[in-house]
């Protein structure tokens, strides 16, 4: 099978696992793993922020993440599609009594004045008030879109004016970081808090770190206790996310090509299925018209294509390390005879 349901089904190379069973271990709720810790300790760096927190979800960290920067019955402004509004099951709400209110976005890209338009953070005693904004890079549900580093600036220094917290969900920034060359620090520093997941493009089995100011990182060890996700020996996983880092950041460039590659072979059937100009990471997305995307994926199931339905009529399609340039031409093909019938 041609799994691209999503980046996050890949499996560990075989220097991964070397790297995973010969990890140095101790035990994380005691603060001790010196795997995690040198995990933590890098990603913070790159980031350019103090401290680390190695967590189990990237949902775990956007929750954390958050949750630093706003109080119950406050609220956090994301976009209509955001990952954290959409995917992660209400948590925020659930868990930590917060609102959210959406801006409007074409494919997820961010403007800063959609923000400046629905932004309160002082709205007094009758209204919710803001007290975090939150923007996804690369954005998922939008296709694997780069955030414009001018807008993510921009809205970085509207929050800093009005004394309101920014957090990023930076599942795919390593993606948004290899398409375009700006660095890691770069986009960290607009941030106070950043939340990278390592089992996505890089290819790690498990974990995300967020990064943020040692004293936030301290609070946030704390409320992870709290909420039944320390672990212990954790650095064994842990060692995977490093060996990612070091060995398979600069090659998820193949699979922006590959995804290039399937969408391409899509509109050579099915041109108006997809939007090739929108290809700009890992991502593709295709519109089936009056087609029910779930018999699409079905069908192209049959024919050896593994995709999502994430929508009536969309599906979307995630290259990564365990499928080739070739794999995803063949992909492209098969869901181009379907998109065309």
């Known amino acids: 099978m041609i799994d691209l349901r999503s980046d996050t089904v890949t499996r560990p190379t075989e220097g991964m696992r070397a790297a995973m069973a010969a990890a140095p271990v101790g035990d994380d709720v005691y603060g001790e793993d010196p795997t995690v810790l040198e995990l933590e300790r890098r990603t913070a760096e790159l980031m350019g922020h103090e401290a680390g927190l190695y967590c189990a979800t990237g949902s775990l960290t956007n929750l954390l993440g958050v949750w630093l920067l706003a109080q119950p019955g406050q609220e956090v402004l994301c976009d209509v599609g955001a990952h954290i509004a959409r995917a992660e099951m209400g948590a925020h709400a659930a868990v930590h009594g917060l609102t959210m209110r959406t801006w409007p976005s074409q494919r997820g890209r961010l403007e800063v004045d959609a923000v400046r338009a629905i932004l309160s953070p002082a709205a007094g005693p009758y209204l919710v008030s803001t007290a975090a904004v939150a923007v996804e890079n690369t954005h998922n549900f939008g296709g694997g879109t780069i955030q414009p580093l001018e807008q993510l600036q921009a809205t970085s220094d509207l929050c800093r004016e009005h004394g309101v917290g920014f957090h990023l969900d930076g599942a795919r920034l390593w993606n948004a970081h290899v398409a375009t060359g700006v660095p890691l620090e770069t986009y960290g520093r607009l941030f106070d808090t950043v939340s990278l997941c390592f089992s996505k493009g890089l290819g790690a089995p498990v974990g995300s770190v967020l990064v943020s100011s040692a004293a936030n990182i301290a609070r946030a060890r704390v409320q992870r206790k709290r909420l039944g996700a320390g672990w212990r020996q954790a650095g064994v996983i842990a060692a995977g996310a490093a060996y990612a880092l070091e060995h398979q950041l600069t090659r998820m460039a193949d ?70 340039g070739d794999d995803c031409l063949e992909a492209g093909q098969v869901l181009g005879r379907l998109l065309a019938a």
């Open 255 to 324: 699979d922006h090509i590959a995804a290039r590659r399937l969408g391409t072979a899509v509109a050579e059937s099915a041109p108006t299925a997809v939007d090739l100009d929108s290809l700009e990471t890992n991502i593709v997305v295709l519109h089936t018209g009056d087609l029910p995307a779930a018999p699409i994926a079905a069908a192209a199931a049959e024919q050896g294509v593994l995709v999502s339905a994430l929508g009536p009529y969309l599906i979307r399609a995630v290259t990564h390390l365990d499928v080739t």
